[in-house]
């Protein structure tokens, strides 16, 4: 008889760094559970503690590139046969324009969203009502009085951007007497 799982395996490419293997995986696996077979078979992706990495699913276009959600079945991304995935670390330092000027380098997850990014930031910087802020990105000199906030509900990558880009912490209520 024919073995069932060889008809239902998901082969796919596994990327780490400039190592590509390919795995059979079933469709119902879920992506925290793949990400741990990957650790268990390939030997590069031992780089640090499993909980800095994950898969991602990169696109032609940067902003449509998408980190697996570790709670959810490969299927639920319509993964292909010989689709590629990278396992990769999910940090990524992020320059950020304090209130008083100062620069400060944070490591943030970058598979999460802004208002989670934004919690990460304040923990480091010692700021306690996160949710009273917002990060703004920095436009040209020409357009320095219109201000580009961020969406919340969306990761940085959604956004388009980069990671030589420097964001502003600011304020998102200003309060007044009148």
């Not at 219109?146 to 940085?156: A, P």
């Not at 990558?157 to 990671?163: A, D, I, M, S």
Request: contains cysteine.
């Amino acid at each position: 008889g024919i073995d069932p799982f060889t008809m239902v395996a998901l082969s796919l490419k596994i990327s780490i760094g400039n190592v590509v293997k390919t795995m059979q995986f079933e469709p119902s696996t879920m992506v925290y559970d793949a990400c741990r077979m990957i650790r268990e078979r390939i030997p590069e992706a031992l780089a640090g503690p499993p909980n800095d990495f994950g898969l991602f699913l990169s696109d032609d276009d940067p902003k449509k590139g998408i980190w697996l959600e570790a709670g959810k079945a490969l299927d639920y991304y319509m993964l292909r046969n010989g689709d590629t995935m990278e396992y990769r670390k999910k940090q990524r330092p992020l320059k950020i324009r304090m209130l008083d000027g100062t620069v400060k380098t944070i490591m943030v997850d970058d598979s999460k969203t802004v208002t989670d990014m934004l919690m990460t930031i304040c923990a480091r910087i010692g700021i306690t009502n996160h949710d009273e802020y917002s990060l703004v990105r920095e436009l040209m000199e020409e357009k320095k009085d219109e201000l580009n906030w961020l969406d919340h509900g969306r990761t940085l990558r959604e956004q388009g951007v980069e990671e030589h880009e420097t964001l502003l912490l600011r304020r998102k209520f200003f309060y007044s007497d009148q």
